[in-house]
């Protein structure tokens, strides 16, 4: 079975700051990994997903992740935060034989001018 | 035109009401979802549906229906709804195989009375 625990259900960061918003999961097969953000009103979108070809992802809007296999972590980053950027961020997890993706509880990041 | 739409948008409703919510998709993807997002727990995963003759419950079933019309469209059905139904409701799709990113529509606000 998989499954994905975000620390942290709310983040703030200053405007200009380094954003990280950490994920650990727990698969026992190799796992697909995404990264996904919901803007207010809106449904989800794709940041990035790892899917074993490289484990340093980039993905839309300057957001990185690092897939971390001793440290079973895949946390998202982002060197120098935008006002827009503040949206709720859901972690997941699929396992390399199935189609149903498994969600985080979601973290909200703020952005403080 | 948005890829994934969802009708209708926003609904109260009274206990015990049946009601249906609607997904429509132009992506061609085989596979459709619903989900059901409260704050704090993330996304729950309600039915899915790999072709329009399977159909499977997810991990919170009971109270919940589904009906797949054609590929294109896949609707959510509250027989009796409850107060506890009062949720954001997401639909979502994604070509077949493990690792494919899921597609969301902008999701149903329900509140039940």
Redesign the interface.
Same mark, same amino acid.
């Given at each position: 079975a998989q499954s994905v625990t975000q620390l942290g259900s709310h983040v703030s960061v200053s405007e200009g700051a380094l954003v990280l918003l950490r994920c650990n999961y727990s698969s026992s097969v190799p796992p697909y990994l995404f990264w996904y953000v919901q803007y207010p009103n809106q449904g989800l979108q794709l940041l990035l997903k790892y899917t074993s070809a490289a484990t340093l992802v980039k993905g839309i809007n300057g957001f990185e992740a690092e897939f971390k296999k001793s440290e079973t972590s895949f946390h998202l980053t982002k060197p120098s935060a935008h006002m827009s950027d503040a949206a709720e961020y859901f972690c997941a997890v699929s396992a390399s034989s199935a189609s149903k993706i498994i969600f985080g509880s979601g973290t909200r990041l703020s952005i403080r001018p | 035109d948005a890829d994934?739409t969802q009708t209708p948008r926003n609904r109260i409703t009274k206990t015990g009401k049946r009601i249906m919510l609607e997904c429509s998709q132009t992506k061609g993807h085989d596979?459709m979802y619903w *989900?059901r997002q409260d704050p %704090?727990?993330?996304?729950?995963?309600i039915y *899915?549906s !790999?072709d329009v003759k399977d159909i499977n419950k997810?991990e919170i079933s009971d109270g919940y229906s589904v009906s797949r019309q054609a590929q294109a469209k896949f609707s959510l059905s509250l027989e009796s709804a409850i107060p506890n139904q009062t949720a954001l409701y !997401?639909c &979502?799709t994604?070509v %077949?195989? &493990? %690792?494919?990113?899921?597609f !969301? %529509?902008?999701?149903t606000r329900l509140t039940v009375l």
């Open positions: - | 994934v596979r *989900y %704090g727990l993330g996304l729950r995963l *899915y !790999f997810g !997401f &979502a994604s %077949g195989g &493990a %690792g494919n990113e899921q !969301f %529509g902008p999701g």
